[in-house]
């Protein structure tokens, strides 16, 4: 498989900063989309990194180290509406994305 | 934007019938389309993979002949479970994907209750 590997739950505060990290398996990899998932809701799409570095889009940041297979997510100003599943799902060399077992983030007042 | 609806949304069919799932695109065209089942608290575990015009192709485990995916035209999947048991009881969501684009967007789901 693509060994891929993520926390399984996180608690933070409201107002706070937290980093989703994700490992995962570098052969014959493209790229790697990170997903928020509420509760019996399907994912929303959050970012989607491909070269090495931090790529912002307002309080979500991700990164992507290719060759330490390596990412990660991070949620600022953490607000309650926050509080999800966020999926790490790496592409490799067809359509298919395969999605870690996700981390459910709790974010309390 | 990039929409996907699922129809229906939930479903409760008794042992032994069959259920059909419908996935849709609705303001782009979708050359692939992506079949996930997910059950509690679990990851999505992608069933199958539809391109428009050709056969599904599915992944090691699930049986072809008890989900029929049939991907009609640009902007319609069907997902049929076939025979259905309790053990199908899950959340079944679509993706859909443009052509040279790898983003998958996903509809909001279909959960499936088996009785």
């Known amino acids: 498989g693509q060994n891929i590997d993520q926390p399984t739950e996180m608690t933070a505060t409201e107002g706070a900063i937290v980093q989703i990290n994700c490992t995962y398996q570098?052969?014959?990899?493209?790229?790697l989309f990170w997903y928020q998932q509420h509760a019996g809701e399907a994912p929303t799409f959050l970012s989607y990194n491909v070269l090495d570095g931090l790529e912002e889009k307002g309080r979500f940041s991700s990164f992507l180290s290719r060759s330490k297979g390596y990412s990660y997510l991070l949620l600022k100003e953490l607000q309650m509406k926050d509080s999800a599943s966020y999926l790490c799902a790496p592409r490799y060399n067809t359509d298919k994305l395969i999605f870690g077992t996700g981390t459910r983030l709790q974010v309390f007042p | 934007g990039a929409v996907v609806s699922q129809h229906p949304s939930w479903v409760i069919c008794k042992s032994g019938t069959s259920v059909k799932i419908e996935c849709r695109s609705l303001d782009f065209q979708a050359t692939t389309m992506f079949w996930y089942r997910q059950f509690p608290k679990q990851s999505l575990m992608l069933m199958a993979t539809s391109n428009e015009g050709s056969k599904a192709t599915y992944e090691q485990g699930v049986e072809k002949d008890k989900f029929l995916i049939n991907h009609a035209s640009l902007t319609l999947s069907t997902l049929t479970v076939t025979s259905a048991h309790p053990e199908d009881s899950s959340f079944y969501i679509c993706?859909?994907?443009?052509?040279?684009?790898?983003?998958?967007?996903f509809g909001p789901g279909t959960r499936l209750t088996v009785t």
């Open positions: 993706s859909a994907r443009r052509q040279s684009a790898y983003e998958q967007y």
């Open positions: 570098t052969s014959g990899f493209n790229g």
